[in-house]
């Protein structure tokens, strides 16, 4: 089993991946910790421990994380998750505590306590993980990988066509603490980062077979996303909203869902027109060879990813 930390945001879609994680006989989930990004980290972490409550899997602790971002004040997300900022599901007030840890010492405890063995998942801006850098440096080397939902690289038309930031070609994650996706690209921690590229245009989409079986499944967790799909398509928006930050847990899973290519990738941490902009020097000549190295996502399998949901969720 792989073990995993899942660093997080939840956020409609960050809930629907943390079922699926904590569904996969493949994953081992050592423990959620939440972060503001999507909502302040107050909703975020009450709407993880909602999701443990769901699922029945109160021994996975969650810890609370940062409030802010690095050096920013936080920006308002311009898309909604709904008033409980889970697509208005409104699940019961969870009534399990919070770990005693803040989230930046669980991640820190975690990875020591399974050196080289541990992948973070990152739905979230990384403002937990750059901080467990700046205070235990010691744990790079420790951290097998990071998968994260994070920037959005121009390798096709969708890359900036559904740009979830607030500048014309950011994706949320990074736009919101472009400081601390600086820390964590040049931490030199194996890095797989799925863009907005390919996160956010499906080939296929849930079919009307799909959206039955969810519908009438017995598990709170189908309900859960055949509800989010109904608020977003009422929205204007489509499914894939929904699903955006599962893709991280199926590329833990099955990392052959995608395929990924190495590049210098650079962040843009100057307020204006570029803020949050994920910029890869993909040039043959003159590269910028002292911007790290980064295993970028440039295609999906998503009938694979979206069967793999699918039967996760219905399981
Ligand atoms: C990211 O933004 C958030 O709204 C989603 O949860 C996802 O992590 C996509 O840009
Ligand atoms: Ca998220």
């Known amino acids: 089993m792989k073990k995993i930390i899942m660093d997080c945001d939840p956020g409609m879609d960050d809930s629907v991946a943390i079922a699926m994680a904590m569904k996969s006989p493949e994953l081992s989930l050592l423990a959620i910790t939440t972060v ?78 399974n050196p080289y063995e541990v992948n973070i998942l990152c739905t979230a801006p990384m403002t937990n993980v750059a901080m467990a850098l700046n205070k235990a440096p010691e744990i790079a080397p420790m951290i097998e990988r990071i998968i994260a939902i994070s920037g959005a690289f121009g390798l096709n038309e969708y890359a900036f066509l559904n740009a979830t930031g607030d500048t014309p070609q950011s994706e949320w994650n990074v736009y919101v603490d472009p400081e601390a996706a600086d820390i964590v690209y040049h931490s030199g921690i194996p890095m797989t980062l799925i863009g907005l590229d390919v996160a956010t245009h499906f080939g296929v989409n849930f079919s009307e077979e799909d959206l039955k079986m969810l519908e009438i499944s017995a598990n709170p967790e189908a309900r859960f996303l055949r509800q989010a799909i109904r608020f977003v398509n009422e929205r204007g928006f489509e499914a894939y909203c929904t699903v955006i930050d599962c893709l991280a847990v199926g590329v833990a899973i099955d990392p ?60």
């Open 36 to 113: 503001n990004g999507n909502y302040p980290v107050d909703v975020t972490s009450k709407n993880a421990l909602k999701m443990v409550e769901l699922l029945g899997r109160t021994d996975i602790p969650v810890a609370r994380g940062m409030e802010h971002p690095m050096v920013r004040q936080s920006p308002k997300d311009p898309f909604t998750h709904g008033v409980d900022g889970q697509a208005e599901n409104f699940l019961p007030e969870p009534k399990t505590a919070l770990s005693d840890l803040h989230a930046v010492d669980l991640i820190i405890e975690t990875i020591k306590a």
């Open 256 to 315: 052959t869902i995608v395929d990924t290519k190495p590049f210098h990738v650079g962040v843009e941490t100057k307020d204006g027109l570029t803020l949050g902009m994920t910029v890869r020097d993909g040039r043959h000549h003159h590269i910028w060879t002292e911007l790290p190295m980064l295993d970028i996502c440039v295609w999906a399998e998503y009938e694979r990813f979206l069967k793999l949901l699918v039967s996760m969720i219905l399981a």
